[in-house]
T-cell receptor
Framework: RKEVEQDPGPFNVPEGATVAFNCTYS??????FFWYRQDCRKEPKLLMS???SGNEDGRFTAQLNRASQYISLLIRDSKLSDSATYLC???????????FGAGTTVTVRA | DADVTQTPRNRITKTGKRIMLECSQT?????MYWYRQDPGLGLRLIYY???????NKGEISDGYSVSRQAQAKFSLSLESAIPNQTALYFC???????????FGAGSRLTVL
């Protein structure tokens, strides 16, 4: 079983729509959770950290469900510039090795 | 200049050749990593280093070696390249106490 699993998509949505997707992780001891964004053929960049209480950054909302071992990302009012692959990233307690999901591709169309 | 610089950005080589990918950083981070990315598989950790004297194997270290020449430099070598090492390679750095990584722009390697 992969440490981090994501629905690869693609999620094709019109501008202004809301899109949401999840990521599941296998290590129940994981303590840190992140969403990274990766544009085609570019390096991954941190989008946001995911906190236990959930957190919001503008149009982006991240949630953590420890009981079911998944995190989610919701994008409201999608923009064309949101088109990218979103990587779910997880690590273990006091472990600086991050495990990456294969990514969920989102395409926002005009 | 980028915080994390990888060279070369693109390389085409033949089976059996020795290849070195270099990474340098200006962030002053102690932790450095090498990942490879293949379609549908996500990023997989090859090697990581927490300081100059500390080198650790990741999940897919076979066929690779690394050298941490200085805090700012971490190079990845393929002693005898094979076609299934064709991939996009990323170097990343992380600061002490933080789990956020900063990535280089990537090195695209093709082994024929």
């Amino acid at each position: 079983r992969k440490e981090v699993e994501q629905d690869p998509g693609p999620f094709n949505v019109p501008e202004g729509a809301t899109v949401a997707f999840n990521c599941t992780y296998s290590n129940s001891a994981s303590q840190s959770f992140f969403w990274y964004r990766q544009d085609c053929r570019k390096e991954p960049k941190l989008l946001m950290s995911v906190y236990s209480s959930g957190n919001e950054d503008g149009r982006f909302t991240a949630q953590l469900n420890r009981a079911s071992q998944y995190i989610s990302l919701l994008i409201r009012d999608s923009k064309l510039s949101d088109s990218a692959t979103y990587l779910c990233v997880v690590n273990g307690y006091n472990d600086y090795k991050l495990s990456f999901g294969a990514g969920t591709t989102v395409t926002v169309r005009a | 200049d980028a915080d994390v610089t990888q060279t070369p950005r693109n390389r085409i080589t033949k089976t059996g050749k020795r290849i070195m990918l270099e990474c340098s950083q200006t962030k002053g981070h102690d932790r450095m990593y090498w990942y490879r990315q293949d379609p549908g598989l996500g990023l997989r950790l090859i090697y990581y280093s927490f300081d100059v004297k500390d080198i650790n194997k990741g999940e897919i270290s076979d066929g690779y070696s690394v050298s941490r020449q200085a805090q700012a430099k971490f190079s990845l070598s393929l002693e005898s390249a094979i076609p299934n090492q064709t991939a996009l390679y990323f170097c990343a750095t992380g600061g002490r106490g933080a789990n956020v990584l900063t990535f280089g722009a990537g090195s695209r390697l093709t082994v024929l």
